[in-house]
């Protein structure tokens, strides 16, 4: 089993699944998370969120800010658009 992903906004859930990969752009750099990462809080600046799913689809997100929590094999990202 993947590590599960839900990237939300205030207005919607722009990707809820399980995921092998995520690249985040981080306040300090780019940075990526994979399945069972250590439990991680971070801030986001502006970039892309890169996702790539249990199928090996890729998905990318623009975001202007957030903020992810990692815990348990489960990554949820507070974004804003």
Request: aromatic share 4%; hydrophobic share 40%.
């Amino acid at each position: 089993m993947n590590m599960h992903v839900d990237i939300i906004t205030p207005d919607s859930i722009l990707f809820s699944g399980e995921a092998k990969l995520v690249q985040l752009p981080g306040t300090d750099g780019s940075f990526e998370i994979l399945d069972k990462h250590a439990p991680i809080i971070s801030t986001l600046g502006k970039g892309r969120i890169k996702v790539i799913d249990k199928t090996d689809k890729t998905e990318y997100i623009d975001i202007k800010s957030g903020v992810l929590e990692m815990n348990q094999n489960k990554a949820i990202i507070l974004a804003e658009q």
